[in-house]
């Protein structure tokens, strides 16, 4: 998994770089600035665009004149540098870049007020304003000019960072954020990247290697990781030679009610095609003909008939709540699993709800169990959050003080683990946001345990590959019932090779 770093231990890697290389800060600011060059001009390869580079004082700032004059020398001549210097403060590798680029040929101008901005002819605004430097939101005449920028309607490329994004903490939708259709970062996605407040301020994010010390990186304690496809390479196991059914567990799927049995087939058919060796769904009478209709190859056991049929010790996994309803039946069946089934259970949807209302039956829910809600869920669970990073807080301390796995389902769907880490999962698409498609997540992960990964492996498998599927093709939408039928190929292109 690759670590995600906050603001302060990139300045910390920055200097540790410096050291250990034996580099000075101005020679790993022109690297910073050569990879910035090299990822932009990929993406806008015509040489004739006119292009402003609007540069602060600190180290980002330097970042921008040191990309002006490597621009500038990639044949990109329709360029300007416009330095906002609305204080007396400026970094030293500030400073020796900007003697460079006065005894270049190109035209640099200096704001002392936003109001000075008049006209502004560039197509696109390269943003090299703040980056990781920011210590408060923005205010007073960095604010006018970011607001006035943001009217120009341009496009927009941050440096690192747009200005006055916060590359940790909580945002507010109202921030002044210099607003950027691509964000051409340093090293290592930031925190906020991942939250949805970032989508009303970022459209795009490319990361670039600056040649920072990744050994040290990799050193570097954080809560925040990425998911990457060689953590589902290397757990996710092989169906080896003589194996059969009973090799690859049997799986428990409690969902549907009558007017909801959509979900029980979808969570019940997406646990088969994970490749659970057995799966048993647990319905009421009224699906056992769409069920058998439907999905062939999975087992019932008919709600009323539990307390006769079911032996819990048939099952190596159990999911339970898609489709389940909140009726006393549904909570007293809830009840019996959290009770009766002493291993970790995969609780979803109307379950969550119904231990939101029975706050009580948090109390029972098995040591090691996941619990997989959108943010509505969560919020009814745990309360009201005002800011996602308020959830990623909140996330993090009850996976730790319940013991359980907590996947908070999103674009970037957060995975909170019971050692107090928050992972984020890198798959999935606009494509899947439609109904059923969390049910049949609850499915892979049933399955995924059901086959023995422990049940953290299986929650990161579980997003990935649910996200990997989602993605495939391209589409518009994949509706649920699609995305299971792709689940065995998805998962047979990230094996190891
Ligand atoms: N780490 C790395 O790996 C590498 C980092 N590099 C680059 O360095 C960047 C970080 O540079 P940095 O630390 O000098 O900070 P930066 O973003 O220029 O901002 C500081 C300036 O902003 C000002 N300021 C702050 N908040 C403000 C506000 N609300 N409103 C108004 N002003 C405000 C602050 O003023 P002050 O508050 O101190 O008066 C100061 O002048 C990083 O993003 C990357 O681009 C690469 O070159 C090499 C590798
Ligand atoms: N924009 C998106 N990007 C990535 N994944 C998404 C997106 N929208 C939805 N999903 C995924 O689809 C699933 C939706 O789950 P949920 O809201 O519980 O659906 P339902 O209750 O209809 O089954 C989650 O796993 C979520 O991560
Ligand atoms: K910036």
Known sequence: MENILSAAQMRDTDAHTCTTFNLSSLQLMEQASQSFVKAFSRT??????????YCGTGNNGGDGLAIARLLYQEGYNHLDVKIARFSDKSSDDFDANLVDIESSHIPVAELKHAAELDVEEAELIIDALIGSGLNKP??????????????????????????GFK????????????????????????????????????????????GLNEHYIQSLQTPYYLITQKDITSRLKRRA???????????????????????????????????AGLTTACVPEEGLTALNTRVPEVMAILNENVNEDL???????????????????????????????????????DALNLIGQHHELMQIIPEGSVLTPHVKEFDRLFGE????????????????????????????????TRDGKCLFNPTGSPAMASGGMGDVLTGIITSFIAQGYSPEDAVIL????????GEEGNDYVVPASSLIKRLPATIATNYST
């Open 462 to 469: 579980g997003a990935y590959i649910h996200g990997a599927a």
């Open 241 to 275: 030679k003589f194996t059969h059914k009973g090799t690859y567990g049997h799986a428990l799927i409690i969902a549907g009610a009558p007017k909801t049995m959509g979900a029980a087939l979808l969570s019940a058919e997406a646990c088969m095609c994970t490749g």
């Open 138 to 163: 923005l205010e007073g005449e960095l604010r006018m000019l970011v607001e006035k920028i943001n009217k120009l309607d341009k496009v927009v490329v941050a440096v690192d960072i747009p200005t």
């Open 311 to 349: 032996t819990w010790k048939t099952y190596q996994a159990v999911g339970i709540g898609p489709g389940i309803g909140s009726s006393p039946e549904s909570l007293a069946l809830l009840t019996k699993t959290l009770k009766e089934y002493n291993k970790p259970v995969v609780i979803d949807a």
């Open 167 to 210: 590359s940790e903490g909580a945002m507010k939708l109202s921030d002044t954020v210099l607003v950027a259709d691509l964000v051409i970062s340093f090293q290592r996605a930031k925190v906020n990247f991942f939250l949805p407040e970032s989508a009303g301020f970022i459209r795009e994010i490319k990361v670039v290697d600056i």
């Open 44 to 53: 806008y390869p015509e040489r004739y665009l006119k292009i402003a580079v």
């Open 385 to 416: 959050h005002v800011s996602w990073w308020d959830r990623v807080v909140t996330g993090i301390d009850r996976a730790k003080t319940m013991g359980c796995t907590i996947l908070l389902k999103n674009q970037y769907t957060m995975i909170f």
